[in-house]
């Protein structure tokens, strides 16, 4: 087996594991803490599904807007044109996930966690795919490293800002956690879960696995490392 097809193959099974984990993160931890916040707040619990399905539409529109998508196999990814609008989508997306993760742990250290988990195994695998992209692009493999570096530390920037602005938008944080969890899904059914179904055959039992396998770590972190 070559390199390539060794590292397509990994990047199945993350991609496999994200999917799982993202609809975890949604449904098992997002979700339930925002209708509690909601409650709180004694505003209508529908207002949690209303902001998830604005979730939904906001990421299909970013995605169009910029005509890039998640992509985990550099092979259907070529057709994005330019390779700056994937360094330009994941710069983007990446700063829009530290905010959801600093967001998270503010609700419960439990669902940061399990926000973090699932981001970063969806992310692992569209970083080995820009990787290829960028490099069939024509970019050495030193400018790809440095440019991937500069668009995952968008990250860490979103994260920070996340973090200071919260004694301001704490208000809205259900809101924003409801909004979040309409991402994950949309991430995991319209990206992700299609890419399993063209790229595997049948029932492939390993990549079920994986999934089922992300699911519940996103439950037990929930369940053992909660409140």
Not at 100 to 120: E, L, R
Not at 204 to 213: D, K, S
Request: charge should be negative; include cysteine.
């Amino acid at each position: 087996m070559t390199k390539e097809a060794f590292a397509r193959r990994i990047s199945l099974l993350l991609v496999s594991f994200a999917s799982g984990s993202l609809l975890g993160a949604a449904f098992l931890d997002l979700f339930p803490e925002a209708i509690e916040l909601f409650n709180g707040m004694a505003v209508d619990v529908q207002n949690v599904f209303i902001f998830a399905i604005v979730g939904i539409l906001s990421i299909f529109i970013f995605e169009k807007f910029l005509k890039w998508h998640h992509c985990h196999d550099s092979e259907i990814c070529d057709y994005h044109g330019f390779s700056s609008t994937i360094l330009i989508g994941d710069a983007i997306h990446n700063f829009i996930d530290g905010i959801v993760i600093a967001f998270s742990f503010a609700v419960n250290p439990s669902v940061g966690i399990a926000a973090t988990i699932a981001i970063f195994f969806h992310e692992v695998p569209q970083e080995i795919s820009d990787f290829g992209v960028l490099l069939h692009a024509g970019y050495s493999r030193k400018k790809i490293l440095i440019y991937n570096f500069f668009a995952a530390s968008s990250t860490l920037l979103g994260a920070i800002m996340g973090y200071f602005a919260l004694p301001f938008i704490s208000h809205i944080l259900p809101y924003l956690i409801s909004f979040a969890a309409g991402t994950f899904i949309y991430i995991a059914t319209a990206d992700l879960i299609p890419e399993l179904k063209h790229k595997t055959k049948g029932l492939n039992i390993i990549h079920f696995i994986a999934m089922i396998v992300g699911v519940f770590i996103i439950w037990f972190v929930g369940k053992y490392f909660g409140k």
